[in-house]
């Protein structure tokens, strides 16, 4: 709940995984632009599709929403410049 909320303004169509569990997450997460896999103490972040970065319990929501934001601002530069080319 507390990603959401900080991300409430992202409006830019996104994928993302977030799956608390080790067996059933990498395949979720390979899936999405961002994605988790819950694994105590260290989470794995995708993205992409491709393992990117450990994190913590503790750092989780920051990085995620870091990543998220980051990828949000990609895609956004992304839409921009096809339709300027158009």
Not at 17 to 25: K, L, Q, R
Not at 33 to 41: E, V, Y
Not at 51 to 75: G, Q, Y
């Amino acid at each position: 709940m507390r990603l959401e909320e900080r991300l409430e303004d992202i409006v830019i169509p996104m994928d993302v995984a977030v799956i608390g569990c080790v067996v059933n997450g990498p395949g979720e997460a390979k899936e999405a632009d961002i994605g988790l896999a819950g694994g105590s103490p260290n989470n794995l972040i995708y993205q992409d599709g491709k393992p990117n970065s450990k994190t913590k319990n503790e750092t989780l929501v920051d990085d995620l929403e870091k990543m998220i934001r980051k990828k949000a601002l990609l895609k956004e530069r992304e839409l921009a410049n096809i339709i300027v080319k158009n």
